[in-house]
């Protein structure tokens, strides 16, 4: 494995783990877990084509870089979510 991969890879745990914290905290478990590995996804799979199939001239570390950003965000959703859930569970 590249040490892009492993970037993307370590990624994704610190996703998953925190999607496991919301899971737990949350009402609606399914509904949450649907939502949101349905987002994640879409734009994994829209980032790996570019990255494998649409990168020439430099574009796939551009391709690679607007990966590692939208997972960022992602998990800052994640921690939005979390901060609802507990919001709503202390009134």
Do not use: G, Q
């Given at each position: 494995?590249?040490?892009?991969?492993?970037?993307?890879?370590?990624?994704?745990?610190?996703?998953?783990?925190?999607?496991?914290i919301v899971i737990i905290y949350s009402?609606?478990?399914k509904q949450s877990v649907l939502i949101h590995l349905g987002i994640q996804t879409l734009y994994s799979l829209f980032w790996w084509y570019q990255l494998n199939y649409n990168s020439s001239g430099g574009t796939a570390l551009v391709a690679w870089f607007f990966w590692m950003i939208t997972i960022g965000i992602h998990w800052f959703g994640y921690l939005i979510h979390l901060g609802v859930i507990i919001w709503k569970?202390?009134?």
């Open positions: 494995m590249t040490e892009d991969n492993l970037l993307i890879f370590a990624c994704y745990i610190i996703n998953w783990i925190t999607l496991s009402a609606k478990k569970r202390r009134k």
